[in-house]
């Protein structure tokens, strides 16, 4: 089975510009969850999507969002970049059900540079 | 905030068993103990978890306290590729992993 692929995998923007990160789950999986990754933060949860939905959102501004297509594909997007978003933006995808054990496979990470 | 603390960085050498502990003192009757590993320039990778028995697979084994406010992750032989940043973790109230600053494990050949 293909893992969890995102792209691009480095990316530069200036302060001000958006960028639209994407993620392909694991083949079956139906829930994507997005996590920011910075020296100072650590891990942090952004949101969760299954089967199209946002299930589950944390503690981050508007200008972080999310959408889950059809075949569990999702993508982020950052408005009005700031510096401080420079981070590394990690998917992890997983079955999602509610019941027993949902292990979550996570992807390379994208990392975003914002100057 | 990470509802699991874990000493910054630990040693060992390789072919030597690791302990990593955890505490977890603040964990409900019902949810797992995870353990996630993150490599150099990788994503994080699933190791084990656990519930209240302890648990082996081919990577690690789990130790739980009975009284579940502490585990200890279990590395019988560390090897050169098992340097990485381990990371013991509960989930949040919506379900996400919440993450800790984690374990930096070093292995000397």
């Known amino acids: 089975k293909a893992g969890v692929t995102q792209t691009p995998r480095y990316l530069i923007k200036t302060r ?3 960028v639209t990160l994407s993620c392909s789950p ?6 994507v969850s997005w996590y920011q ?9 952004l949101f969760e999507y299954f089967s199209e939905t946002q299930r589950n959102k944390g503690n981050f501004p508007g200008r972080f969002s999310g959408r889950q297509f059809s075949n569990s594909r999702s993508e982020m997007n950052v408005s009005t970049l700031e510096l401080g978003d420079s981070a590394l933006y990690l998917c ?24 | 905030d990470a509802k ?23 964990i409900s009757g019902t949810d797992y103990i995870h353990w996630y590993r993150q490599l150099p320039s990788q994503g994080p990778e699933y190791v084990i978890h656990g519930l209240t028995s302890n648990v082996n697979n081919r990577m690690a084994s789990l130790a739980i306290a009975e009284d579940r406010k ?22 949040g109230s919506q379900g ?6 984690g374990t930096k494990l070093s292995v000397k050949p």
């Open chain 1, 16 to 18: 001000g510009q958006q």
């Open chain 1, 26 to 31: 694991i083949s079956g999986h139906r829930s």
């Open chain 1, 37 to 45: 990754q910075t020296p100072g933060q650590g891990l942090q949860f």
């Open chain 1, 92 to 115: 992890a995808s997983s079955l999602g059900g509610t019941s027993g054990y949902n292990e979550q496979f996570f992807g390379p990470g994208t990392r975003l540079t914002v100057l």
């Open chain 2, 4 to 26: 699991t603390t874990q000493p910054n960085s630990m040693e060992s050498n390789e072919e030597e068993p690791v302990h990593l502990p955890c505490n977890h003192s603040t």
């Open chain 2, 70 to 91: 502490s585990s200890t992750l279990i590395l019988h032989r560390a090897t050169l590729r098992d340097a990485a940043v381990y990371y013991c973790i509960e989930r």
């Open chain 2, 96 to 101: 996400n992993l919440i993450f800790g600053k």
